[in-house]
């Protein structure tokens, strides 16, 4: 019995494709890195092209490097960067136009007409998410009235839009499924999480054909089969994520109240509320967390917008850094942050805060202030705002967690990870294998077609590598918080008339 699990890892900055065997170790994998197009102010762009140029090649890639056949391979799991949109023609399978990232943040103004319309108790009613142009809907909408002719081929069919896990899936099956999972769908603002089912009067407010959206699946689920000339079988694609989704799986957080961190260019974290969907009264997003079997997995969601980008910014912005591994070593250089704080708000601030108009600020520089008191407030930055998500989630669901799972590249960062067990005040594990986000979507695919018989067995494959346990007496860490509090409010200060 075929054993192997082939994943398609598209994010935002790069593609990936990771074989991993029946014990879900990594076999082999092969990354290949895509431009970002910024035509405006706050506009992000990819090229679908791109994407399916880097996930068809780094795809097979991996099968050569790894030495399995694709005979041998049991099925495709794809996991995406979420919220990105693409609109492509049914006939040619061409894009309209560059997909629409989830950082992009053209839609404010359709996002402040439908809050002046009164709209907004029912978006969070029906699709547990705020109204804000993160999520897809008004980049679909920004798409359909601004593409020449586009409104009208969609109202007559001609187009179909998808999340890049759906676009990819329709190239692997050269065209013959549109179709997504329901962590993706929940992410557009289109989504009802309780009725599982696009949501008719939404549409009808973002003026979006319905004809156009993808069929919604379990994750874990037999969506079709790619045409056997592009990797060399007719291979199922069986599992399908959204990333932050996909990690929570993957770090084997099935269990209610297990919750997990993802550190990446933004970071996100996601709190498992079992099967009860928690409306936040924190501006926290309820979103399904996984549905398998036909029954939905919920959790609460904070999302913060920049992390790992905020290292990116040091070095190709100010060059303060060459690497981003040099952040670790810079931060242990100093006792502290000589009274430095970054308020990250490159692109507007997420969770639990949602204000798309705030912009990143430094405060406290002196002539003291070096490099090094830069990087460390950048990392600090990252703990600081997971604190604010973990505090939140606490004063929604009755308690925070026991319990910390982090992942993604930042979490290799042991001096990162010290500081973030001392802001949230919990432990902080991480697992032996950071590739969470892969798993996961392993793990679906796995699911659906056998190589793993349940939830039990996948939880046996996943191991600790460390474990970082509080350790700041609670009189050095308050002014610190009391540090950060002062600097986001001054960042989200209004600017006098």
Not at 33 to 50: C, I, R
Not at 55 to 75: C, N, Y
Not at 230 to 252: C, E, H, N, S, V
Not at 334 to 351: E, I, L, N, R
Request: proline fraction near 4%.
């Amino acid at each position: 019995m075929a054993s192997h699990i082939l994943v398609i890892d598209q994010g935002t900055t790069s593609t990936r494709s990771i074989m991993f065997d029946g014990q879900a170790r990594r076999v082999a994998i092969a990354q290949a890195e895509f431009a970002q197009h910024y035509p405006a102010l706050g506009w992000v762009e990819h090229d679908p092209e791109d994407i399916w140029r880097d996930a068809l090649a780094t795809a097979r890639k991996a099968i050569e490097d790894s030495g399995v056949a694709p005979t041998q391979i049991a099925a495709i799991g794809i996991t995406n960067q979420r919220e990105t949109a693409v609109v492509w023609d049914r006939a040619t399978g061409e894009p309209i136009h560059r997909a629409i990232v989830w950082q992009d943040r053209r839609g404010t103004e359709l996002c402040q007409t439908l809050k002046a319309d009164g709209v907004e108790d029912l978006v969070r009613e029906r699709t547990g998410l705020l109204i804000d142009p993160y999520f897809s809907a008004t980049k679909l909408a920004w798409l359909l009235d601004h593409v020449e002719g586009a409104r009208g081929r969609a109202e007559r069919g001609e187009l179909a839009f998808g999340t890049i896990d759906s676009f990819l899936l329709w190239r692997l099956t050269g065209g013959a499924v549109h179709a997504t999972d329901i962590t993706n769908a929940s992410r557009t603002m289109l989504f009802d999480i309780h009725r599982g089912v696009w949501d008719e009067e939404l549409c009808r407010l973002l003026r979006v054909p319905m004809a156009m959206l993808p069929d919604v699946h379990d994750n874990a689920h037999v969506f079709g089969t790619t045409t056997p000339d592009l990797l060399g079988a007719a291979i199922p694609i069986a599992g399908m994520a959204g990333d932050q989704q996909a990690a929570l799986f993957g770090q084997a957080c099935f269990r209610h109240g297990m919750a997990k961190s993802t550190y990446g260019t933004g970071c996100f974290m996601l709190l498992n509320t079992g099967e009860t969907a928690v409306t936040s009264k924190h501006r926290l997003l309820t979103t399904p967390a996984y549905r398998l079997n036909g029954r939905t997995t919920y959790a609460l969601e904070g999302s913060i917008f920049v992390a790992g980008a905020a290292v990116k910014w040091l070095r190709d912005g100010l060059g303060v850094i060459t690497h981003a591994s040099q952040t670790d070593d810079l931060a242990t250089q100093v006792p502290d942050s000589h009274g430095v704080y970054m308020v990250p708000a490159f692109v507007g601030m997420g969770a639990p805060y949602w204000e798309p108009d705030a912009r990143g600020a430094i405060y406290g520089l002196t002539l003291g202030a070096s490099a090094a008191h830069l990087a460390r407030a950048a990392l600090e930055s990252v703990a600081y705002q997971t604190m604010d998500l973990a505090e939140a989630m606490k004063a929604d669901a009755g308690e925070g967690p026991a319990i910390l799972r982090v992942d993604g590249g930042m979490a290799a960062n042991d001096w990162l990870c010290r500081f973030l067990a001392n802001m949230i005040q919990t432990p902080v594990e991480r697992p032996a294998d950071l590739e969470t986000t892969a798993r996961g979507a392993a793990f679906h695919a796995g699911l659906a077609t056998g190589v793993w018989s349940g939830l039990d067995a996948l939880e046996q494959l996943w191991s600790r590598e460390e474990c970082f346990e509080p350790s700041m007496a609670e009189d050095a860490r308050a002014p610190l918080v009391a540090g950060w509090r002062d600097a986001v409010a001054r960042t989200l200060a209004k600017p006098v008339a």
